[in-house]
């Protein structure tokens, strides 16, 4: 099991930057593929990014691709989400997720075993 923490939310204006991070207890860190999810207010959980255990593959949101970047330290148990040119649409809380890295990674909500509590992000106009 592993438990996760996000931080690094906020205020942030209109082509602004921001980098999410999340951080991870439990089990060794690398047994787990990981997922960066949001969800808007009235709207379902959707993927931003995600990340193999080793790093070497990634996925982005078509939404996202060119201005956000996931990566992750495996010694220091964290992932991240940089998020560069940020637009009012990205304004929702995000969550990073977590699942066992012989599966690899994915981009479906219902494929994450673990999820941490979320952060706000809020992109001002």
């Known amino acids: 099991q592993v438990q996760l923490v996000e931080s690094g939310g906020g205020l942030v204006q209109a082509g602004g930057s921001l980098r999410l991070s999340c951080a991870a207890s439990?089990?060794?860190?690398?047994?787990?593929?990981m997922g960066w999810f949001r969800q808007a207010p009235g709207k379902e959980r959707e993927v931003v990014a995600a990340i193999s255990w080793s790093g070497g593959g990634t996925y982005y949101a078509d939404s996202v691709k060119g201005r956000f970047t996931i990566s992750r330290h495996n010694a220091k148990n964290t992932v991240y989400l940089q998020m560069n040119s940020l637009k009012p649409e990205d304004t929702a809380v995000y969550y990073c997720?977590?699942?066992?890295?012989?599966?690899?990674?994915?981009?479906?909500?219902?494929?994450?075993?673990?999820w941490g509590q979320g952060t706000q992000v809020t992109v001002s106009s």
């Open positions: 439990g089990r060794t860190f690398s047994s787990y593929a």
């Open positions: 997720a977590a699942r066992g890295a012989a599966w690899g990674y994915s981009e479906y909500v219902g494929q994450y075993d673990y």
